[in-house]
Every structure is written in structure tokens, then in C-alpha cells.
């Protein structure tokens, strides 16, 4: 008879291999990278923010698009920390690449390439996803169907790359093969006193569907080349251990 250890060692195996099969990538601990998401990352299987695959994140107006490009800015952070290089093709360049700088990238580490039509801006995200050269490829376009979103997916599981493709103003919250959907918005910085600036970028982060995994809600910050949590929405999903005093 097998014992309560042999069966949870099956049970993990067996998920293992239909997390691979859905294109979950399993890294080795020399492999994996720090996204520096904290408690967000037990909301995804095996409490691991998923590699090698497509992350789709909903910006229904110019404020939430400019909060989205800042908050995976700090991703391609995490994610490029032992080098490499990145692509960002979009239609309109709304990110600001010396901005970069404020989240440890430096410009000459992301490629790019602004097109005209949105049917080209799709067509070049599949041939860079198809790259295992890159790290990383920023798709920006409005519109995104299932069979599409099909084929980027069935591109990262064979190079590895990790994508993400942030829709503006989209016409609606279609089905996609996303391994995750995001929805993020700006927050009020806090500035310490009555000093005068901009304080550290802040975020209402809604990670809204995850395969496999746990959706929620959370406030961070970016301060110090990293995100740190203000508070989680949903205390009762995870619980909450702050990585700096907010008091």
C-alpha cells in the first residue's frame, strides 16, 4: 500500500504534467526568477509567477494604460535581472523610455518598434514570441481573438518567451488563451509631509483570471527598485505579511 507521502508525491508529479500541458513552463530553483510580486505570486500554481507565457492585461482608458505600462515595466524589471533583451511593439509610443531608468532597465535593453496598422503590430508580437533570443516581448493593440491569442500561446511554449499583451480601450473582455488577465490603475502617491514632487508609483492591482490559480485584489508600490504590498483587498485569499511600515 502506498503511503500519504508516495501519494502526494503522485499528485504532484500529475499536476506538474497538466500544468505543462495548459503551458505552464517548470523552471529548476537555479532558473527561476524573482518577479518581486510577493503574496500575488501564491495566486498563481506552484506559487510562481508563470514564465514562457502570455499575460493579457485590460486598459479601458488612458489612465489605467499608462499605470499598466508602469507596473510591467516593473515585471520586465524582475524578469531581466540576469540580462537580456525585450521587444515593445505597439501602434503609438505611450511609454517614455528613459522612464525605464525609474524601474532598473536601462533604455537600450527594450527594441521599439512603432508600426502603423494593429493587423502588423499582432503579425511582428508572433514572430518575436517565436524568438528564443529575447526574454520578453510587449505587445500594445486593442483587439485580441481566441484563435489568435491561440497562436501566440502555442509560440511561448516552444521558445520560452514570456509575453505580454496590454489591449486598450478593447470593445469587450473576450475569451483568450492567456494564461492570466490584469486589470491595473493608478493609486494617489504618498509623499512624505509636505514635500514637494511625485511620490513612488502606486497601483490598484486586480490580477482578474488566473488558469489553475487563485484571482485577487492588492495595492503595491514601487519603491527601491521593487514592488512592496500597502495592503490586499482580500485578506482572506492569502494572508498578509507587509513588506514595509506604512504607518
Do not use: Y
Not at 473582455?173 to 502617491?189: D, E, F, G, H, Q
Amino acid at each position: 500500500m502506498e503511503t500519504g507521502a508516495a501519494k502526494k508525491e503522485i499528485l504532484a508529479q500529475l499536476q506538474k504534467q497538466i500544468l505543462a500541458m495548459q503551458g505552464f513552463k517548470t523552471v529548476s530553483d537555479k532558473q527561476s526568477l524573482k518577479t518581486g510580486l510577493g503574496i500575488i505570486e501564491q495566486s498563481f500554481p506552484g506559487n510562481t509567477f508563470p514564465m514562457g507565457a502570455i499575460h493579457e492585461f485590460i486598459s479601458p482608458a488612458q489612465g489605467e494604460a499608462a499605470a499598466t505600462n508602469g507596473f510591467i515595466a516593473g515585471l520586465l524589471s524582475g524578469i531581466m535581472q540576469k540580462g537580456g533583451t525585450a521587444l515593445w511593439i505597439g501602434t503609438r509610443r505611450t511609454l517614455f523610455p528613459p522612464a525605464l531608468k525609474a524601474f532598473g532597465i536601462e533604455p537600450d535593453r527594450i527594441v521599439f518598434i512603432d508600426l502603423i496598422r494593429e493587423r502588423d503590430v499582432l503579425w511582428a508580437v508572433e514572430q518575436a514570441l517565436k524568438c528564443d533570443a529575447l526574454t520578453a516581448v510587449v505587445g500594445e493593440l486593442k483587439e485580441l481573438g481566441f484563435t489568435e491569442s491561440r497562436r501566440l500561446q502555442l509560440a511561448v511554449e516552444e521558445s520560452k518567451v514570456t509575453g505580454f499583451i496590454h489591449r486598450h480601450e478593447p470593445k469587450g473582455k473576450n475569451t483568450v488563451a492567456c494564461v492570466s488577465r490584469w486589470k491595473i490603475a493608478p493609486l494617489s502617491s504618498d509623499i512624505a509631509g509636505n514635500m514637494p514632487g511625485v511620490g513612488h508609483p502606486r497601483w490598484d492591482v486586480n490580477l482578474l483570471k488566473v488558469r489553475n490559480g487563485t484571482p485577487g485584489a492588492w495595492q503595491i508600490e514601487w519603491e527601491s527598485g521593487s514592488f512592496h504590498h500597502i495592503q490586499s483587498k482580500q485578506p482572506n485569499i492569502v494572508s498578509i505579511s507587509s513588506t514595509r511600515n506604512t504607518g
